[in-house]
Protein backbone atom coordinates (compact mmCIF):
# COMPACT_ATOMS: atom_id res chain seq x y z
CA UNK A 1 0.00 0.00 0.00
CA UNK A 2 2.85 2.48 1.15
CA UNK A 3 6.15 2.46 -0.54
CA UNK A 4 9.15 4.65 0.18
CA UNK A 5 11.92 5.08 -3.06
CA UNK A 6 14.78 6.58 -1.75
CA UNK A 7 12.94 9.01 0.58
CA UNK A 8 14.27 11.42 2.12
CA UNK A 9 13.02 14.50 4.69
CA UNK A 10 13.96 17.57 5.81
CA UNK A 11 12.89 19.81 8.72
CA UNK A 12 14.28 23.30 8.79
CA UNK A 13 17.81 22.75 8.40
CA UNK A 14 18.19 19.00 9.62
CA UNK A 15 18.11 16.16 8.06
CA UNK A 16 15.88 14.08 9.39
CA UNK A 17 15.45 10.89 7.16
CA UNK A 18 17.83 9.71 3.96
CA UNK A 19 17.65 7.10 1.57
CA UNK A 20 14.74 5.38 2.94
CA UNK A 21 13.11 2.07 1.15
CA UNK A 22 10.67 0.07 2.50
CA UNK A 23 6.91 -1.15 0.88
CA UNK A 24 3.97 -1.88 3.71
CA UNK A 25 1.38 -4.06 3.10
CA UNK A 26 -2.34 -4.07 3.03
CA UNK A 27 -2.99 -5.67 6.32
CA UNK A 28 0.27 -5.06 8.36
CA UNK A 29 0.08 -2.99 11.77
CA UNK A 30 3.14 -1.39 12.01
CA UNK A 31 4.61 0.01 14.86
CA UNK A 32 6.90 3.14 14.27
CA UNK A 33 9.84 3.37 17.03
CA UNK A 34 12.66 6.09 17.28
CA UNK A 35 13.95 8.19 19.53
CA UNK A 36 12.32 11.71 20.09
CA UNK A 37 13.11 13.65 17.45
CA UNK A 38 14.01 10.45 14.95
CA UNK A 39 11.44 12.08 12.48
CA UNK A 40 8.39 9.72 13.31
CA UNK A 41 5.41 12.18 13.48
CA UNK A 42 7.21 13.95 10.38
CA UNK A 43 7.03 10.66 8.79
CA UNK A 44 2.84 10.48 8.94
CA UNK A 45 2.65 14.12 8.03
CA UNK A 46 4.39 13.18 4.26
CA UNK A 47 2.13 10.20 4.23
CA UNK A 48 -0.93 12.90 4.92
CA UNK A 49 0.30 14.74 2.44
CA UNK A 50 1.21 17.47 4.77
CA UNK A 51 5.12 17.81 3.73
CA UNK A 52 6.46 17.10 0.54
CA UNK A 53 9.50 14.23 0.46
CA UNK A 54 13.34 16.79 -0.16
CA UNK A 55 14.46 13.72 -2.57
CA UNK A 56 13.18 10.13 -3.62
CA UNK A 57 9.46 9.23 -3.45
CA UNK A 58 6.53 8.28 -0.82
CA UNK A 59 3.88 6.60 -2.91
CA UNK A 60 0.58 6.05 -1.78
CA UNK A 61 -2.00 4.93 -3.96
CA UNK A 62 -4.61 7.32 -5.11
CA UNK A 63 -8.29 6.79 -2.98
CA UNK A 64 -7.02 5.64 -0.02
CA UNK A 65 -8.98 6.43 2.70
CA UNK A 66 -6.36 7.94 5.80
CA UNK A 67 -7.70 8.06 9.34
CA UNK A 68 -5.78 9.78 12.16
CA UNK A 69 -6.48 11.72 15.72
CA UNK A 70 -6.79 15.51 15.50
CA UNK A 71 -4.73 16.96 17.83
CA UNK A 72 -6.61 19.83 18.63
CA UNK A 73 -10.61 19.59 20.02
CA UNK A 74 -12.18 22.98 19.30
CA UNK A 75 -14.99 24.03 22.01
CA UNK A 76 -18.16 22.68 20.23
CA UNK A 77 -21.51 22.64 21.80
CA UNK A 78 -22.10 19.68 19.80
CA UNK A 79 -22.78 16.16 22.03
CA UNK A 80 -19.97 14.29 22.29
CA UNK A 81 -22.11 11.10 20.17
CA UNK A 82 -22.83 13.39 17.08
CA UNK A 83 -18.46 14.49 17.77
CA UNK A 84 -17.50 11.04 17.33
CA UNK A 85 -20.45 10.28 14.41
CA UNK A 86 -18.84 13.20 12.71
CA UNK A 87 -15.85 10.52 11.92
CA UNK A 88 -17.65 9.10 9.36
CA UNK A 89 -18.75 12.31 7.32
CA UNK A 90 -20.44 10.28 4.44
CA UNK A 91 -22.85 8.72 7.31
CA UNK A 92 -23.18 12.03 8.68
CA UNK A 93 -23.85 13.87 5.96
CA UNK A 94 -26.63 11.10 4.77
CA UNK A 95 -27.67 11.31 8.39
CA UNK A 96 -28.06 15.07 8.53
CA UNK A 97 -29.89 15.13 4.85
CA UNK A 98 -32.60 12.82 6.50
CA UNK A 99 -33.32 14.85 9.19
CA UNK A 100 -33.61 18.31 7.19
CA UNK A 101 -35.65 16.25 4.45
CA UNK A 102 -37.71 14.65 7.20
CA UNK A 103 -38.37 18.21 8.98
CA UNK A 104 -39.52 20.25 5.35
CA UNK A 105 -41.45 17.21 4.81
CA UNK A 106 -39.57 16.32 1.44
CA UNK A 107 -40.76 12.79 1.00
CA UNK A 108 -38.55 11.80 -2.43
CA UNK A 109 -35.43 13.38 -0.58
CA UNK A 110 -35.67 12.05 2.76
CA UNK A 111 -36.02 8.01 0.87
CA UNK A 112 -33.10 9.37 -1.27
CA UNK A 113 -30.68 9.78 2.13
CA UNK A 114 -32.43 6.72 3.67
CA UNK A 115 -31.37 4.50 0.68
CA UNK A 116 -27.47 6.23 1.08
CA UNK A 117 -27.78 5.65 5.05
CA UNK A 118 -28.64 1.75 4.17
CA UNK A 119 -25.98 1.64 1.93
CA UNK A 120 -23.93 2.37 4.44
CA UNK A 121 -24.91 0.20 7.08
CA UNK A 122 -25.56 3.53 8.95
CA UNK A 123 -28.43 2.98 10.99
CA UNK A 124 -26.41 1.27 13.66
CA UNK A 125 -23.88 4.01 13.47
CA UNK A 126 -24.96 5.84 16.58
CA UNK A 127 -24.77 2.70 18.45
CA UNK A 128 -20.87 1.64 17.56
CA UNK A 129 -20.37 5.27 18.34
CA UNK A 130 -21.40 5.05 21.90
CA UNK A 131 -19.40 1.26 21.59
CA UNK A 132 -16.14 3.37 20.76
CA UNK A 133 -17.34 6.09 23.34
CA UNK A 134 -17.93 3.25 26.22
CA UNK A 135 -14.35 1.26 25.68
CA UNK A 136 -12.41 4.30 25.96
CA UNK A 137 -13.98 5.57 29.45
CA UNK A 138 -16.82 7.28 28.77
CA UNK A 139 -20.38 6.72 31.06
CA UNK A 140 -23.56 6.57 29.35
CA UNK A 141 -24.12 10.16 30.45
CA UNK A 142 -21.84 11.66 28.94
CA UNK A 143 -23.01 10.99 25.54
CA UNK A 144 -24.78 13.91 25.20
CA UNK A 145 -23.03 16.52 27.39
CA UNK A 146 -21.48 19.10 24.87
CA UNK A 147 -18.10 18.48 23.77
CA UNK A 148 -16.93 21.72 25.55
CA UNK A 149 -17.64 20.51 28.62
CA UNK A 150 -14.89 18.16 28.74
CA UNK A 151 -11.31 18.36 29.67
CA UNK A 152 -8.22 18.27 27.63
CA UNK A 153 -7.38 14.57 27.75
CA UNK A 154 -11.18 13.22 27.48
CA UNK A 155 -10.85 15.63 24.72
CA UNK A 156 -8.06 13.71 23.10
CA UNK A 157 -10.13 10.82 23.74
CA UNK A 158 -12.59 12.00 21.60
CA UNK A 159 -10.55 12.74 19.31
CA UNK A 160 -9.22 9.10 19.01
CA UNK A 161 -12.82 7.64 18.98
CA UNK A 162 -13.50 9.76 15.98
CA UNK A 163 -10.36 8.76 14.23
CA UNK A 164 -11.78 4.90 14.71
CA UNK A 165 -15.15 6.20 13.83
CA UNK A 166 -13.82 6.84 10.20
CA UNK A 167 -13.89 4.21 7.38
CA UNK A 168 -10.37 4.07 6.43
CA UNK A 169 -7.63 2.00 4.84
CA UNK A 170 -5.05 3.17 6.60
CA UNK A 171 -4.89 4.43 10.24
CA UNK A 172 -2.71 6.34 11.44
CA UNK A 173 -2.22 6.61 15.48
CA UNK A 174 0.65 8.79 17.24
CA UNK A 175 0.46 8.10 20.40
CA UNK A 176 -3.03 7.17 21.01
CA UNK A 177 -2.38 5.94 24.65
CA UNK A 178 -1.29 9.17 26.31
CA UNK A 179 -4.79 10.15 27.49
CA UNK A 180 -5.74 6.69 28.51
CA UNK A 181 -5.90 4.59 31.27
CA UNK A 182 -5.01 0.96 31.80
CA UNK A 183 -8.56 -0.27 31.51
CA UNK A 184 -9.36 2.14 27.92
CA UNK A 185 -5.46 0.64 26.72
CA UNK A 186 -6.80 -2.64 26.87
CA UNK A 187 -9.95 -2.42 25.46
CA UNK A 188 -8.10 -0.07 22.43
CA UNK A 189 -5.38 -2.90 21.93
CA UNK A 190 -8.29 -5.48 21.52
CA UNK A 191 -9.92 -3.10 19.10
CA UNK A 192 -6.75 -2.81 16.58
CA UNK A 193 -6.25 -6.66 17.13
CA UNK A 194 -9.36 -6.67 14.94
CA UNK A 195 -9.08 -3.41 12.70
CA UNK A 196 -8.54 -5.20 8.57
CA UNK A 197 -6.75 -2.95 7.35
CA UNK A 198 -3.04 -0.93 7.46
CA UNK A 199 -2.15 0.37 10.89
CA UNK A 200 0.62 1.91 11.75
CA UNK A 201 1.28 3.56 15.60
CA UNK A 202 3.64 5.48 16.99
CA UNK A 203 3.74 4.43 20.81
CA UNK A 204 6.06 4.67 23.45
CA UNK A 205 4.22 2.03 25.00
CA UNK A 206 6.05 -1.35 24.62
CA UNK A 207 3.61 -3.83 25.66
CA UNK A 208 0.70 -2.12 23.81
CA UNK A 209 3.02 -2.29 20.54
CA UNK A 210 3.66 -5.79 21.67
CA UNK A 211 -0.08 -6.51 21.84
CA UNK A 212 -1.11 -4.63 18.48
CA UNK A 213 1.78 -4.93 15.60
CA UNK A 214 3.35 -6.91 12.92
CA UNK A 215 5.81 -4.79 12.24
CA UNK A 216 8.45 -2.69 13.74
CA UNK A 217 10.21 0.34 11.31
CA UNK A 218 12.54 1.32 13.47
CA UNK A 219 14.18 5.09 12.41
CA UNK A 220 17.59 5.69 13.91
CA UNK A 221 19.95 8.44 12.74
CA UNK A 222 18.47 9.43 9.76
CA UNK A 223 17.78 5.67 8.26
CA UNK A 224 14.74 3.44 8.62
CA UNK A 225 15.15 -0.58 8.87
CA UNK A 226 11.53 -2.65 8.84
CA UNK A 227 11.99 -5.44 11.03
CA UNK A 228 9.11 -8.35 11.13
CA UNK A 229 7.25 -9.09 14.46
CA UNK A 230 6.25 -6.98 17.39
CA UNK A 231 8.67 -4.58 19.47
CA UNK A 232 10.11 -7.66 21.73
CA UNK A 233 11.36 -9.34 18.57
CA UNK A 234 12.67 -6.33 16.92
CA UNK A 235 14.28 -5.47 20.26
CA UNK A 236 15.82 -9.35 19.97
CA UNK A 237 16.83 -9.02 16.46
CA UNK A 238 18.57 -5.73 16.52
CA UNK A 239 20.16 -6.90 19.53
CA UNK A 240 21.70 -9.57 17.49
CA UNK A 241 22.71 -7.21 14.69
CA UNK A 242 24.25 -4.90 16.69
CA UNK A 243 25.96 -7.83 18.80
CA UNK A 244 28.01 -8.31 15.63
CA UNK A 245 28.29 -4.69 14.83
CA UNK A 246 30.02 -3.57 18.17
CA UNK A 247 32.62 -4.87 20.68
CA UNK A 248 30.57 -4.80 23.58
CA UNK A 249 30.66 -8.27 25.11
CA UNK A 250 32.00 -7.39 28.44
CA UNK A 251 29.21 -4.33 29.00
CA UNK A 252 26.66 -6.88 27.37
CA UNK A 253 27.45 -9.32 29.93
CA UNK A 254 27.76 -6.98 32.92
CA UNK A 255 24.29 -5.86 31.91
CA UNK A 256 22.90 -9.63 31.68
CA UNK A 257 24.30 -10.19 34.85
CA UNK A 258 22.18 -7.15 36.14
CA UNK A 259 18.88 -8.76 34.75
CA UNK A 260 19.62 -11.90 36.17
CA UNK A 261 19.99 -10.35 39.75
CA UNK A 262 16.76 -9.14 39.15
CA UNK A 263 14.90 -12.22 38.51
CA UNK A 264 17.00 -14.13 41.47
CA UNK A 265 15.90 -11.16 43.69
CA UNK A 266 12.60 -11.33 43.15
CA UNK A 267 12.30 -14.95 42.95
CA UNK A 268 13.39 -15.28 46.30
CA UNK A 269 11.52 -11.87 47.80
CA UNK A 270 7.96 -12.45 45.81
CA UNK A 271 5.38 -13.44 48.60
CA UNK A 272 2.72 -14.42 45.89
CA UNK A 273 3.75 -17.16 42.55
CA UNK A 274 0.99 -15.92 40.30
CA UNK A 275 2.68 -12.06 40.37
CA UNK A 276 6.49 -14.03 41.02
CA UNK A 277 6.05 -15.37 37.77
CA UNK A 278 4.55 -12.56 36.14
CA UNK A 279 7.49 -10.60 37.07
CA UNK A 280 10.11 -13.26 36.45
CA UNK A 281 8.77 -13.63 33.00
CA UNK A 282 8.53 -9.51 31.87
CA UNK A 283 12.14 -9.76 33.30
CA UNK A 284 13.35 -12.65 31.49
CA UNK A 285 11.58 -11.34 28.27
CA UNK A 286 14.17 -8.82 28.10
CA UNK A 287 17.00 -11.70 28.40
CA UNK A 288 18.70 -11.36 24.61
CA UNK A 289 18.35 -7.87 24.53
CA UNK A 290 21.53 -6.62 26.41
CA UNK A 291 23.52 -5.10 23.17
CA UNK A 292 19.96 -2.93 22.90
CA UNK A 293 19.98 -1.67 26.82
CA UNK A 294 23.73 -1.23 26.58
CA UNK A 295 23.92 1.32 23.48
CA UNK A 296 20.72 2.79 25.18
CA UNK A 297 21.21 6.89 25.27
CA UNK A 298 20.26 7.04 28.85
CA UNK A 299 20.55 5.38 32.76
CA UNK A 300 19.94 6.58 35.75
CA UNK A 301 19.48 5.51 39.43
CA UNK A 302 17.65 6.75 42.38
CA UNK A 303 19.94 6.79 45.49
CA UNK A 304 20.25 4.51 48.56
CA UNK A 305 17.68 5.97 51.47
CA UNK A 306 19.32 7.72 54.67
CA UNK A 307 16.92 5.21 56.22
CA UNK A 308 14.83 2.71 55.55
CA UNK A 309 11.66 2.17 58.60
CA UNK A 310 9.61 -0.34 58.21
CA UNK A 311 6.37 0.86 58.59
CA UNK A 312 6.58 3.98 56.86
CA UNK A 313 2.59 4.73 56.03
CA UNK A 314 -0.89 3.60 56.87
CA UNK A 315 -4.20 5.20 56.10
CA UNK A 316 -7.10 3.96 58.56
CA UNK A 317 -10.90 4.22 58.12
CA UNK A 318 -10.29 7.10 55.69
CA UNK A 319 -12.45 9.34 53.64
CA UNK A 320 -10.23 10.82 50.59
CA UNK A 321 -11.83 13.70 48.49
CA UNK A 322 -12.50 17.38 48.33
CA UNK A 323 -14.90 19.83 49.87
CA UNK A 324 -17.85 20.33 48.35
CA UNK A 325 -19.62 19.83 46.12
CA UNK A 326 -17.26 17.08 45.02
CA UNK A 327 -17.00 15.43 48.12
CA UNK A 328 -15.95 12.29 49.04
CA UNK A 329 -14.61 10.39 46.34
CA UNK A 330 -12.75 7.27 48.05
CA UNK A 331 -14.77 5.86 51.17
CA UNK A 332 -13.26 3.79 54.47
CA UNK A 333 -9.64 3.45 52.95
CA UNK A 334 -7.25 1.04 54.70
CA UNK A 335 -4.12 1.08 52.74
CA UNK A 336 -0.75 0.67 54.00
CA UNK A 337 2.70 1.01 53.24
CA UNK A 338 5.86 -0.92 54.58
CA UNK A 339 9.38 -1.34 53.69
CA UNK A 340 10.23 -3.02 50.43
CA UNK A 341 6.24 -2.71 49.09
CA UNK A 342 6.11 -2.21 45.31
CA UNK A 343 2.38 -1.35 44.84
CA UNK A 344 0.82 -0.43 41.41
CA UNK A 345 -2.72 1.17 41.63
CA UNK A 346 -5.09 -0.25 39.25
CA UNK A 347 -8.47 1.52 37.66
CA UNK A 348 -9.97 4.10 35.42
CA UNK A 349 -9.32 7.27 34.84
CA UNK A 350 -11.26 9.47 37.46
CA UNK A 351 -12.14 6.60 39.99
CA UNK A 352 -9.96 8.28 42.22
CA UNK A 353 -6.42 6.54 41.74
CA UNK A 354 -4.51 10.55 42.09
CA UNK A 355 -7.10 11.30 45.04
CA UNK A 356 -5.86 8.14 46.72
CA UNK A 357 -2.24 9.26 46.05
CA UNK A 358 -2.83 12.73 46.87
CA UNK A 359 -3.80 11.56 50.05
CA UNK A 360 -1.19 9.21 50.75
CA UNK A 361 1.53 12.07 50.37
CA UNK A 362 -0.25 14.67 52.47
CA UNK A 363 -1.91 16.81 49.92
CA UNK A 364 -5.65 16.04 50.70
CA UNK A 365 -6.94 16.68 54.22
CA UNK A 366 -8.84 14.12 55.59
CA UNK A 367 -12.83 13.73 55.12
CA UNK A 368 -12.63 11.22 58.02
CA UNK A 369 -10.18 8.44 59.10
CA UNK A 370 -6.41 8.83 60.70
CA UNK A 371 -3.03 8.75 58.55
CA UNK A 372 0.15 7.41 60.22
CA UNK A 373 3.36 8.44 58.57
CA UNK A 374 6.47 7.13 60.61
CA UNK A 375 8.45 10.15 61.39
CA UNK A 376 11.68 9.41 59.53
CA UNK A 377 9.53 8.88 56.37
CA UNK A 378 10.95 10.64 53.08
CA UNK A 379 8.46 10.77 49.69
CA UNK A 380 9.36 11.34 46.58
CA UNK A 381 6.23 12.87 44.85
CA UNK A 382 5.60 13.01 40.79
CA UNK A 383 2.32 14.40 40.28
CA UNK A 384 0.67 14.56 36.70
CA UNK A 385 1.40 18.01 36.84
CA UNK A 386 5.11 18.29 38.23
CA UNK A 387 6.62 19.01 34.67
CA UNK A 388 4.31 21.58 34.12
CA UNK A 389 5.02 22.84 37.27
CA UNK A 390 8.46 23.66 36.27
CA UNK A 391 9.30 27.40 36.37
CA UNK A 392 9.26 29.18 32.86
CA UNK A 393 12.93 30.66 32.60
CA UNK A 394 14.92 29.13 35.17
CA UNK A 395 17.46 26.14 34.17
CA UNK A 396 18.29 22.74 35.86
CA UNK A 397 20.94 24.23 38.04
CA UNK A 398 17.79 26.79 39.23
CA UNK A 399 15.60 24.33 40.17
CA UNK A 400 18.01 22.08 42.07
CA UNK A 401 19.71 25.04 43.61
CA UNK A 402 16.28 25.68 45.06
CA UNK A 403 15.93 22.22 46.44
CA UNK A 404 19.48 22.30 47.95
CA UNK A 405 20.55 25.69 48.70
CA UNK A 406 23.61 25.06 51.16
CA UNK A 407 24.83 22.59 48.52
CA UNK A 408 28.43 23.24 46.80
CA UNK A 409 28.22 24.00 43.12
CA UNK A 410 30.17 21.09 41.65
CA UNK A 411 27.80 18.68 44.10
CA UNK A 412 25.08 20.26 41.99
CA UNK A 413 26.58 19.64 38.72
CA UNK A 414 27.58 16.12 39.15
CA UNK A 415 24.07 15.46 40.55
CA UNK A 416 22.78 17.30 37.16
CA UNK A 417 25.36 15.29 34.73
CA UNK A 418 24.48 11.91 36.39
CA UNK A 419 20.79 13.00 34.82
CA UNK A 420 22.18 13.57 31.29
CA UNK A 421 22.46 17.66 32.13
CA UNK A 422 26.19 17.98 32.26
CA UNK A 423 28.24 20.80 31.26
CA UNK A 424 26.12 23.59 29.46
CA UNK A 425 22.68 21.88 29.49
CA UNK A 426 22.46 22.78 33.54
CA UNK A 427 22.68 26.35 32.21
CA UNK A 428 20.06 25.94 29.73
CA UNK A 429 16.44 27.53 30.20
CA UNK A 430 14.07 24.85 30.65
CA UNK A 431 11.70 26.49 28.13
CA UNK A 432 13.57 24.81 24.84
CA UNK A 433 13.38 21.17 27.17
CA UNK A 434 11.06 18.58 25.49
CA UNK A 435 9.05 16.38 27.69
CA UNK A 436 11.04 13.76 28.06
CA UNK A 437 13.92 16.07 29.31
CA UNK A 438 11.33 17.71 31.98
CA UNK A 439 10.47 14.89 33.43
CA UNK A 440 13.80 13.77 33.61
CA UNK A 441 14.97 16.79 35.42
CA UNK A 442 11.60 16.38 37.85
CA UNK A 443 12.72 12.95 38.78
CA UNK A 444 16.48 14.39 39.21
CA UNK A 445 14.81 16.87 41.70
CA UNK A 446 12.92 13.97 43.74
CA UNK A 447 15.73 11.64 43.66
CA UNK A 448 18.18 14.55 45.07
CA UNK A 449 16.33 14.08 49.21
CA UNK A 450 16.84 9.98 48.69
CA UNK A 451 13.39 9.14 49.34
CA UNK A 452 12.77 6.04 50.93
CA UNK A 453 9.12 6.25 49.29
CA UNK A 454 8.90 7.07 46.17
CA UNK A 455 5.21 8.35 44.74
CA UNK A 456 4.93 8.42 41.11
CA UNK A 457 1.57 9.25 39.46
CA UNK A 458 1.72 8.73 35.52
CA UNK A 459 5.47 9.65 35.43
CA UNK A 460 6.15 7.97 31.60
CA UNK A 461 3.66 10.25 30.07
CA UNK A 462 6.63 12.27 28.56
CA UNK A 463 9.04 9.71 28.46
CA UNK A 464 10.29 7.85 25.11
CA UNK A 465 11.09 4.13 25.30
CA UNK A 466 14.38 4.33 26.21
CA UNK A 467 13.79 6.75 28.61
CA UNK A 468 11.08 4.38 30.02
CA UNK A 469 13.04 1.30 30.08
CA UNK A 470 15.95 3.41 32.17
CA UNK A 471 13.35 4.47 34.62
CA UNK A 472 11.88 0.44 35.09
CA UNK A 473 15.65 -0.43 35.85
CA UNK A 474 15.92 2.64 38.37
CA UNK A 475 12.95 1.24 40.13
CA UNK A 476 14.18 -2.31 40.01
CA UNK A 477 17.19 -1.07 41.65
CA UNK A 478 15.38 1.18 44.00
CA UNK A 479 15.52 0.02 47.69
CA UNK A 480 12.89 1.85 49.32
CA UNK A 481 9.04 1.25 48.78
CA UNK A 482 6.97 2.68 45.78
CA UNK A 483 3.68 3.08 45.14
CA UNK A 484 2.76 3.53 41.36
CA UNK A 485 -0.01 5.11 38.91
CA UNK A 486 0.65 4.28 35.13
CA UNK A 487 -0.63 3.28 31.96
CA UNK A 488 2.31 1.34 31.20
CA UNK A 489 2.12 -2.19 31.55
CA UNK A 490 5.61 -2.58 30.97
CA UNK A 491 6.54 -0.67 33.56
CA UNK A 492 4.06 -1.71 36.41
CA UNK A 493 4.64 -5.44 35.63
CA UNK A 494 8.64 -4.86 35.83
CA UNK A 495 8.15 -2.48 38.95
CA UNK A 496 5.38 -3.58 41.27
CA UNK A 497 5.11 -6.93 43.40
CA UNK A 498 1.38 -6.26 43.89
CA UNK A 499 -1.54 -4.71 42.90
CA UNK A 500 -4.84 -2.38 43.93
CA UNK A 501 -7.81 -1.78 42.46
CA UNK A 502 -9.54 2.01 42.83
CA UNK A 503 -12.84 2.24 41.68
CA UNK A 504 -16.44 2.60 42.47
CA UNK A 505 -15.13 4.29 45.82
CA UNK A 506 -13.35 1.76 47.25
CA UNK A 507 -9.50 0.77 47.37
CA UNK A 508 -9.30 -2.66 47.44
CA UNK A 509 -6.52 -5.30 47.10
CA UNK A 510 -6.67 -6.82 43.63
CA UNK A 511 -5.96 -11.06 44.11
CA UNK A 512 -3.72 -11.33 40.49
CA UNK A 513 -1.15 -10.12 37.77
CA UNK A 514 -1.59 -7.45 35.28
CA UNK A 515 -2.52 -10.63 32.76
CA UNK A 516 -4.74 -11.58 35.00
CA UNK A 517 -6.33 -8.13 35.31
CA UNK A 518 -6.85 -7.86 31.20
CA UNK A 519 -8.49 -10.75 31.28
CA UNK A 520 -10.92 -9.84 34.42
CA UNK A 521 -11.49 -6.11 32.28
CA UNK A 522 -12.28 -8.63 28.99
CA UNK A 523 -14.55 -11.12 30.67
CA UNK A 524 -17.09 -8.35 32.73
CA UNK A 525 -20.26 -7.85 31.38
CA UNK A 526 -20.79 -5.22 34.95
CA UNK A 527 -19.83 -5.58 38.21
CA UNK A 528 -21.43 -8.36 38.88
CA UNK A 529 -19.87 -10.59 36.34
CA UNK A 530 -16.48 -10.40 37.26
CA UNK A 531 -15.07 -13.41 38.20
CA UNK A 532 -14.59 -14.65 41.55
CA UNK A 533 -10.94 -15.31 40.77
CA UNK A 534 -9.87 -12.02 39.84
CA UNK A 535 -12.37 -9.68 41.87
CA UNK A 536 -11.05 -7.80 44.61
CA UNK A 537 -11.38 -9.43 48.12
CA UNK A 538 -13.71 -7.66 50.93
CA UNK A 539 -12.42 -7.78 54.68
CA UNK A 540 -13.40 -10.48 56.42
CA UNK A 541 -15.04 -10.50 60.40
CA UNK A 542 -11.92 -10.16 62.39
CA UNK A 543 -12.75 -13.43 64.27
CA UNK A 544 -13.71 -15.43 61.43
CA UNK A 545 -10.38 -14.65 59.38
CA UNK A 546 -8.08 -15.31 62.80
CA UNK A 547 -10.37 -19.03 62.27
CA UNK A 548 -9.85 -19.34 58.97
CA UNK A 549 -5.97 -18.79 58.97
CA UNK A 550 -5.49 -21.15 61.52
CA UNK A 551 -7.23 -23.97 59.75
CA UNK A 552 -5.01 -22.88 56.78
CA UNK A 553 -1.72 -22.83 58.22
CA UNK A 554 -2.61 -26.34 59.53
CA UNK A 555 -3.75 -27.45 56.02
CA UNK A 556 -0.81 -26.17 54.16
CA UNK A 557 1.90 -26.97 57.08
CA UNK A 558 3.97 -29.71 55.15
CA UNK A 559 3.97 -27.19 52.26
CA UNK A 560 5.05 -24.50 54.04
CA UNK A 561 8.26 -26.94 55.33
CA UNK A 562 9.34 -27.94 51.95
CA UNK A 563 9.49 -23.91 51.36
CA UNK A 564 11.16 -23.15 54.40
CA UNK A 565 13.62 -25.53 53.62
CA UNK A 566 13.93 -24.92 50.39
CA UNK A 567 14.66 -21.05 50.89
CA UNK A 568 17.32 -22.19 53.66
CA UNK A 569 19.10 -24.46 51.48
CA UNK A 570 18.96 -21.59 48.99
CA UNK A 571 20.32 -19.48 51.69
CA UNK A 572 23.32 -21.80 52.15
CA UNK A 573 24.20 -22.57 48.48
CA UNK A 574 24.76 -18.83 48.05
CA UNK A 575 27.18 -18.32 50.43
CA UNK A 576 28.80 -21.54 49.34
CA UNK A 577 29.17 -19.72 46.15
CA UNK A 578 30.49 -16.70 47.73
CA UNK A 579 33.33 -18.85 49.39
CA UNK A 580 33.97 -20.26 46.26
CA UNK A 581 34.17 -17.29 44.57
CA UNK A 582 36.21 -15.33 47.73
CA UNK A 583 38.78 -18.29 47.04
CA UNK A 584 38.65 -17.43 43.02
CA UNK A 585 39.73 -14.00 43.66
CA UNK A 586 42.71 -14.85 45.65
CA UNK A 587 45.81 -14.65 43.17
CA UNK A 588 48.33 -17.50 45.19
CA UNK A 589 45.53 -20.21 43.94
CA UNK A 590 46.31 -19.95 40.35
CA UNK A 591 50.39 -20.74 41.04
CA UNK A 592 49.40 -24.10 42.50
CA UNK A 593 48.13 -26.93 41.10
CA UNK A 594 45.32 -26.90 38.00
CA UNK A 595 43.23 -30.23 39.46
CA UNK A 596 42.23 -27.47 42.56
CA UNK A 597 40.94 -24.87 39.97
CA UNK A 598 39.09 -27.63 38.11
CA UNK A 599 37.14 -28.60 41.92
CA UNK A 600 36.22 -25.61 42.03
CA UNK A 601 34.70 -25.23 38.90
CA UNK A 602 32.89 -28.40 38.81
CA UNK A 603 31.98 -27.32 42.55
CA UNK A 604 29.87 -24.28 41.18
CA UNK A 605 28.38 -25.93 38.02
CA UNK A 606 27.04 -28.22 40.97
CA UNK A 607 26.02 -25.34 43.15
CA UNK A 608 24.47 -23.45 40.48
CA UNK A 609 22.46 -26.45 39.20
CA UNK A 610 21.23 -27.33 42.38
CA UNK A 611 19.78 -23.75 42.84
CA UNK A 612 18.15 -23.14 40.12
CA UNK A 613 16.09 -26.38 40.37
CA UNK A 614 15.60 -25.30 43.73
CA UNK A 615 14.29 -22.48 42.63
CA UNK A 616 11.51 -24.17 39.84
CA UNK A 617 10.67 -26.09 43.07
CA UNK A 618 10.20 -22.91 44.84
CA UNK A 619 7.97 -21.35 42.78
CA UNK A 620 5.72 -24.50 42.49
CA UNK A 621 5.12 -25.17 46.00
CA UNK A 622 4.18 -21.70 45.90
CA UNK A 623 1.41 -21.99 43.49
CA UNK A 624 0.61 -25.30 45.25
CA UNK A 625 0.80 -22.87 48.52
CA UNK A 626 -1.74 -20.14 47.01
CA UNK A 627 -4.27 -22.80 45.06
CA UNK A 628 -4.45 -24.35 49.01
CA UNK A 629 -5.15 -21.04 50.02
CA UNK A 630 -7.48 -19.73 47.74
Not at 177 to 185: F, I, K, R, S
Not at 202 to 212: A, M, N, V, Y
Not at 296 to 322: N, T, W
Request: some cysteine.
Amino acid sequence: MIAFRAFALRRGGRLLLESVDAVLHDGWKVGVAGRNGSGKSSLFAAIMGGVEADAGALDVPAGVRIASVAQETPALPDAAIDYVLGGDAELAAALADEARAQARGDHAAAAAAHHRIDALDGYDGRARAGRLLHGLGFRPDDHEKAVAEFSGGWRGRLNLARALMAPSDLLLLDEPTNHLDLDAVLWLEQWLRRYPRMLMVISHDREFLDGTVDHILHLEQGHARLYAGNYSDFERQRAERLHQQQAAFAKEQAERAHLQSFIDRFRAKATKARQAQSRIKRLERLAGTEAVRVERAFSFAFPEPGRLPQSMLKLEHVDAGYPPPRGTVLADVRFGVQAGDRVGLLGPNGAGKSTLVKTLVGELPLLAGERGAHKDLVIGYFAQHTVESLRAGDTPFDHLREVAPEAPVQALRDWLGQWHFAGDRAFESVDGFSGGERARLALALIAWRKPNLLVLDEPTNHLDLDMREALADALNDYPGALVLVAHDRHLLGLACDTFWRVADGRVEAFDGDLDDYARWLRSRGGEADAPEAFAAKPAADPRERRRGAAAERERTRGLRKRIEKIEARTAAIEKELAALQERLADPAIYTGPTAVLADIGREQNALREEKSALESEWLQRFEELEAASA
